[in-house]
T-cell receptor, first 109, second 114 residues
Framework: GQQVMQIPQYQHVQEGEDFTTYCNSS?????IQWYKQRPGGHPVFLIQ?????EVKKQKRLTFQFGEAKKNSSLHITATQTTDVGTYFC?????????FGTGTSLTVIP | ETGVTQTPRHLVMGMTNKKSLKCEQH?????MYWYKQSAKKPLELMFV???????ENNSVPSRFSPECPNSSHLFLHLHTLQPEDSALYLC?????????????FGPGTRLTVT
């Protein structure tokens, strides 16, 4: 069946360091979305990527969709304590989004 | 505030109880979803409704029964649950299913089955 895996599962960084999470699908995706869930909160939509090789930026966050549309990454430059949370990718196959396992980010002040 | 509300926020129930979770969206969306979020597991899609019609049922046990009376309201009826059903149950909505529509999540109901 469809699987969307994310690595790493957990990441601890010093404030100011960079952070990257990777999302890998067993099948080709139509598009991919990224969500952030703060501790005790609910997932909040960040961005959507549709085109092969697409790169989008939101301030310190850079999102990339692989050429084969089977993987994606989220890179945060110079992390801040407000970046703490779990980052999920969600890949669209057919008419359904499959959420990744998530990467939990801890930022040490 | 995302425009999706869920009640109750916390629920403790015994295995023989019957309870219902409620979700309401104020965004004018046509699709609504139930997800289960357990520790160390990905979000599990349970049910999808598009224009009040159920379009997905991902092999969810019959002790979970959804109801969608209109595009703004979604219920999850619970009965004879098991301890492993304890989790955060999230409701979400989107303009329609699939394609380019982002999902807006509610705050969730934290369910504990004793």
């Amino acid at each position: 069946g469809q699987q969307v895996m994310q690595i790493p599962q957990y990441q601890h960084v010093q404030e100011g360091e960079d952070f990257t999470t990777y999302c890998n699908s067993s099948t080709t995706l139509s598009n991919i979305q990224w969500y952030k869930q703060r501790p005790g909160g609910h997932p909040v939509f960040l961005i959507q990527l549709v085109k092969s090789g697409e790169v989008k930026k939101q301030k310190r966050l850079t999102f990339q969709f692989g050429e084969a549309k089977k993987n994606s990454s989220l890179h945060i430059t110079a992390t801040q304590t407000t970046d703490v949370g779990t980052y999920f990718c969600a890949g669209l196959t057919g008419n359904q989004f499959y959420f990744g396992t998530g990467t939990s980010l801890t930022v040490i002040p | 505030e995302t425009g999706v509300t869920q009640t109750p926020r916390h629920l403790v129930m015994g295995m023989t109880n019957k309870k219902s979770l409620k979700c309401e969206q104020h965004l004018g969306h046509n699709a609504m979803y139930w997800y289960k979020q357990s520790a160390k597991k990905p979000l599990e899609l349970m049910f999808v409704y598009n224009f009040k019609e159920q379009t997905e049922n991902n092999s969810v046990p019959s002790r979970f029964s959804p109801e969608c009376p209109n595009s703004s309201h979604l219920f999850l009826h619970l009965h004879t649950l098991q301890p492993e059903d304890s989790a955060l149950y999230l409701c979400a909505s989107s303009q329609e299913t699939g394609t380019t529509y982002e999902q807006y999540f509610g705050p969730g109901t934290r369910l504990t089955v004793t």
